[in-house]
């Protein structure tokens, strides 16, 4: 039997039916998008019979989607199955995916039908689909609360039927691995045209086992896994995507299976889920969570400041999120601290150092977690002292056969500055009137206008990076006038630069750049 499996993304069908999930087609692409680039096998994009926007939006995904299965559920009828088929017929790899209840307490209290009617409209349901398309996935639903001969009788019959895959759903999340796994067994050992279909599960969390559960059953036989993106789905949500693969490639001791998934696009793939579906990743979150890659014990920060093996199974690059942060709270230690400062190019003297410590912690017993904004301000703090510029006006002509130009003047303590200077544009134009009053050599690295609030009169915030010699800092400014936001967070990037020179020159210890190897990143 071959170690490959096929990771069946249901983020767009069970994953939405996560309470306040709802997206619209637009959104649904974009995450087929992603999903495709994460390299999953299927993407169950919708249920298309539940509204014509979700038949619309998986007709939108089978015509854009290249590479992955797509697939569209659908109940035992004729409607449902015509329905789906509608919206995947366009798809590169389309497949019909068919689901019924298996257990009595479904049947008799939901469907209010016994186990023979369901078993022959499985059948039929299944031939109907296979007379549109070959690719063909039938659902026992809530199979592990089912009489174990009755679903053996169903996947049988339904593989006759031409089912391509067949899927055993712990719908209520009610199972546990030991069980799961021996139940995949029985099935692998006792359906006779077993070779004949690929055993699919689709686990819930109810009890916080889809995972594992998953991972058993691989284990005996199951080679196709279906999974949402940050384990949304139905009420505890379905066996996270992101989560599986990563244990099997952390632990391929355990796991020794191979799935196509890009693990670099996880990171990206998660937070486009979360952002778009508006829910929340608990920080906690295993693999994805902002708190994954962070240490806060002290002991964990010196640990992993000697060697990252020594806390850290998982590098971040591997899912390609953000290397991990130190979060420094009142419990970190002065090797985790000076690491920080070093990395912000700061080098102190034992002596300096250990006064800033002193301040540290008063700082971290009254503030829960101190960042590297914090600890910027309490090194400069002794330098806030220096004067720095302040915007008195900026004017700036513009417009078509003009050549863009401003004049600027700016306070700085006691002294007065104006320059004129002329630019590819007004906010050019400002920038370098501004450059000649200070004499520094600058370059703007990036600039980013947004608006802040709304309407007509919305305050802009224009954040920009530049780049003095060779460190880099991050300016702000907002105004309802955008050149004067960006004059005002040129101005705040700039006074950042002469507090930073100023603490340089009153401790003779921070290093200049051209001895340091860090980014040069101050912020
Ligand atoms: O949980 C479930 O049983 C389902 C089926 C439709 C596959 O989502
Ligand atoms: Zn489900």
């Not at 010699?469 to 006074?495: F, H």
Request: hydrophobic share 40%.
């Amino acid at each position: 039997m071959s170690n490959r499996i096929m990771i069946f993304d249901s983020t767009l069908r069970d994953g939405e039916q996560t309470p306040g999930a709802k997206l619209n087609a637009q959104e649904k692409l974009e995450i087929a998008r992603q999903l495709a680039r994460l390299n999953v096998d299927v993407i169950e994009a919708g249920f298309p019979i539940s509204s014509g926007g979700d038949l619309r939006a998986v007709q939108g995904i089978s015509r854009e989607i290249k590479g992955p299965v797509i697939t569209a559920l659908a109940r035992t009828v004729k409607e449902d199955i015509d329905c789906a088929w509608d919206s995947i017929r366009e798809a590169e790899k389309p497949r019909i995916h068919v689901f019924l209840a298996a257990s009595d307490i479904h049947m008799e209290k939901k469907l209010r039908r016994g186990p023979d009617e369901c078993l022959q409209e499985a059948i039929q349901a299944v031939k109907y689909a296979k007379s549109l398309t070959n690719d063909v996935e039938y659902s026992l639903e809530d199979a592990t609360r089912a009489r174990e001969d009755y679903i053996l009788k169903v996947i049988e019959a339904v593989i006759d039927a031409g089912a391509t895959v067949v899927n055993i759903p712990d719908t209520v999340g009610y199972a546990v691995p030991d069980d799961f796994g021996k139940l995949i067994q029985k099935i692998m050992h006792k359906v006779p045209n077993i070779n004949k279909a690929t055993i699919s599960v689709h686990c819930h969390n109810d009890l916080g086992l889809a995972v594992s559960n998953s991972l058993e059953a691989v284990k005996y036989g199951a080679r196709q896994i279906e999974c949402n993106i940050n384990g949304i789905g139905e009420r505890a949500g379905n066996a996270a995507l992101e989560e599986i693969v990563t244990a099997m490639s952390i632990r391929k001791d355990a796991f020794p299976y191979d799935t196509e998934i890009k693990l670099n696009e996880i990171y990206r793939t998660s937070r486009l889920v979360s952002k778009l579906t508006g829910i929340p990743i608990p920080v906690n979150k295993a693999v994805i969570g902002i708190n994954a890659f962070a240490h806060s014990s002290g002991i964990h920060q010196d640990g992993v400041l000697k060697d990252k093996e020594t806390y850290e199974i998982i590098n971040a690059d591997l899912i390609g999120g953000q290397a991990g942060q130190m979060v420094l709270t009142a419990r970190s230690g002065r090797h985790a601290v000076r690491h920080q400062l070093e990395a912000m190019n700061f080098e102190l003297s034992e002596e300096e150092f250990e006064g800033f410590f002193v301040r540290f912690k008063e700082l971290a017993d009254k503030k829960k977690e101190v960042y590297r904004e914090d600890l910027e301000a309490l090194i400069v703090d002794v330098s806030y002292t220096v004067p720095t510029y302040e915007l008195e006006y900026v004017q700036t002509v513009s417009g078509t056969r003009t050549i863009p130009a401003a004049v600027v003047r700016l306070n700085k303590g006691e002294e007065s500055f104006e320059e004129v200077a002329s630019g590819a544009g007004p906010i050019d134009a400002a920038y370098k009137a501004i450059d000649k009053i200070t004499g520094l050599n600058t370059r703007l690295e990036n600039y980013n206008l947004a608006a802040v609030t709304r309407g007509m009169d919305a305050l802009g915030e224009v954040s920009i990076k530049v780049t003095y010699k060779d460190k880099t800092l991050i300016g702000r400014g907002v105004s309802t006038d955008i050149v004067e936001a960006s004059v005002k967070a040129y101005i705040d990037s700039l006074n950042k630069h002469i507090r930073m020179l100023s603490y340089a020159n009153n401790n003779h210890n921070h290093k200049s750049s051209n001895q340091k190897s860090s980014t040069g990143q101050y912020i």
